[in-house]
């Protein structure tokens, strides 16, 4: 820790009025600018054990949503990583040189993740991670 103090740039924190030169007001996006955030579409919700009490929802649960599948698988893995155990699976899987190659060691030209068994897919993944878990995963579509 450095003894010395921290100096903020008087453009950054002096009230004054709002002229060039001067980048420390607050202006908040205007017009269509700001995106939206995606419709989460794809849900998990775990049971954790009681041990893991401290890091779940209220009713002892954990819950993964996303706007697709690898997210949302992504997100439970990390999980797994950061409270229960480093050692995880390999990722749910990830394309390289023209082709999908999935955590059980198989490869496809084609994503599982767009059939349609996948939730089917993500449900045994997800029970590799969480053992011995209760789990319901379920997927809404949104029509455009």
């Not at 993944?125 to 379920?138: E, I, K, T």
Request: aromatic share 12%.
């Amino acid at each position: 820790m450095t003894t010395q103090p921290w100096l903020v740039h008087p453009n950054r924190s002096e009230l004054g009025p709002n002229k060039p030169g001067r980048n420390g007001h607050y202006r908040p996006v205007r017009g269509e600018g700001a995106a939206a955030l995606p419709t989460e579409t794809c849900l998990v919700r775990i049971t954790l054990p009681n041990s893991l009490v401290d890091v779940s929802d209220g009713d002892g649960t954990v819950t993964f949503a996303g706007s697709d599948w690898a997210f949302v698988v992504g997100a439970a893995r990390r999980f797994v990583r950061k409270h229960i155990d480093a050692d995880v699976l390999p990722p749910f899987g990830y394309f390289d040189a023209g082709a999908w190659w999935w955590w059980d060691g198989t490869t496809s030209t084609e994503s599982i993740l767009e059939g349609p068994d996948r939730i089917d897919y993500v449900q045994e993944y997800l029970q590799l991670l969480f053992r011995g878990v209760a789990m319901s995963l379920s997927e809404t579509t949104t029509s455009s």
